[in-house]
């Protein structure tokens, strides 16, 4: 089954623990994208990757960092999670951002509570 | 700044009206528009709008883009209560990889 997954669905942490959120697409897509729901501002983009490699923030980048070191796999660090990173994430992916089948999957998102 | 703006914030319709959506928008060189449906879990794609596809329906659903008046509309007709949900518009703009999205709009559709 096409699909995007993300570990954990549900994580509760301290302040300053690092954590890794895992993102994982199987439809060989070039294009994976992460971000963060908060009540009332939407989905905001906190990083992007086009390809292997390439990377490039979006709106709030600040305390996140990724890596694409495989086509499938885009995980996403909090080196130093904070209070203010409580939130519902998202991992997408879609063939190429901006062609013709830009259609973006959606992982089923994991709800981040750092105390 | 790229923007985008949706109204209204929320609604609610009985079974069977017709519900409008609007998205408006201000980014850098546009590419495209997407709308998606969120209901109790993640984004699911509902359609992509660009300058060589300013018009799309998929059954009751269906939306325009005015790339002169920068806004797109969503038209859901004969409501029905599965279409309750959140409704997100997103643009891409200067750059493919970017993708703004706006806050949403809350549908409520009750029997």
């Known amino acids: 089954e096409a699909q995007v997954t993300q570990n954990p669905r549900y994580l509760i942490t301290v302040t300053g623990k690092k954590l890794t959120v895992t993102c994982s697409q199987n439809m060989n897509h070039e294009y994976m994208s992460w971000y963060r729901q908060d009540p009332g501002l939407g989905l905001r983009q906190i990083y992007y990757s086009m390809n292997v490699e390439v990377t490039d923030k979006g709106d709030v980048p600040e305390g996140y960092k990724v890596s694409r070191k495989e086509k499938r796999n885009f995980p996403l660090i909090l080196e130093s999670p904070s209070p203010n990173q409580t939130s519902l994430y998202f991992c997408?992916?879609?063939?190429?951002?901006?062609?013709?089948?830009?259609?973006?999957?959606f992982g089923p998102g994991t709800r981040l509570t750092v105390l | 700044e790229d923007k985008v703006v949706q109204s209204p914030l929320s609604l609610v319709v009985h079974e069977g009206d017709t519900v409008t959506l609007n998205c408006s928008y201000e980014v850098t060189n546009f590419r495209s528009l997407l709308w998606y449906k969120q209901e109790k879990k993640a984004p699911t794609f509902l359609f992509m709008l660009t300058s060589s596809g300013i018009e799309k329906k998929s059954g009751r659903l269906s939306s325009i883009l005015d790339k002169k008046e920068l806004f797109s509309i969503l038209n859901i007709t004969a409501t029905q209560t599965g279409d309750s949900a959140v409704y997100l518009c997103a643009v891409r703009g200067d750059s493919w990889g970017k993708l703004q999205f706006g806050a949403g709009t809350q549908v409520v559709v009750t029997p």
């Open positions: 997408a992916s879609s063939p190429l951002a901006g062609g013709p089948a830009d259609t973006q999957y």
